[in-house]
């Protein structure tokens, strides 16, 4: 499966966004789909998840309230709508796909597949 991650950019403190994931070579319906981030300089880190089958959810406790992850598996597609996004949410925004049974998986080493990434960058 091959991810691709888009929708990032320079948006104000405030502001909302939607990332997309786009999945190709493969469904993304028996994966686990997941958002992390990471600033320069510092490890990866998990933002939120949606589980493979039932929509269930799980968020990092800093996001929750702002971020809702989203799947189309008909669009093949996973998507994170941020809202009233604050400087602190300035990272690399990378999608990921789990086959791991583990729920909620929240490590990094569960996921299988990753995107490029996308840059968000929140200015005060």
């Known amino acids: 499966v091959q991810l691709q991650a888009s929708g990032g950019g320079l948006v104000q403190a405030g502001d909302s966004l939607r990332l997309s994931c786009a999945a190709s070579?493969?469904?993304?319906?028996?994966?686990?789909m997941a958002w992390f981030r990471q600033v320069s300089g510092k490890e990866r880190e998990f933002v939120a998840a949606?589980?493979?089958?039932?929509?269930?959810?799980y968020y990092v406790d800093s996001v929750k309230g702002r971020f809702t992850i989203s799947r189309s598996n008909l669009k093949n597609t996973v998507y994170l709508q941020i809202d009233t996004l604050k400087p602190e949410d300035t990272a690399v925004y990378y999608c990921?796909?789990?086959?791991?049974?583990?729920?909620?998986?929240?490590?990094?080493?569960?996921?299988?597949?990753w995107g490029q990434g996308t840059l968000v960058t929140v200015s005060s």
């Open positions: 990921a796909a789990s086959r791991s049974v583990v729920w909620p998986a929240i490590q990094s080493a569960t996921y299988n597949y």
């Open positions: 070579g493969g469904s993304i319906s028996g994966y686990h």
């Open positions: 949606i589980r493979r089958s039932g929509g269930a959810t």
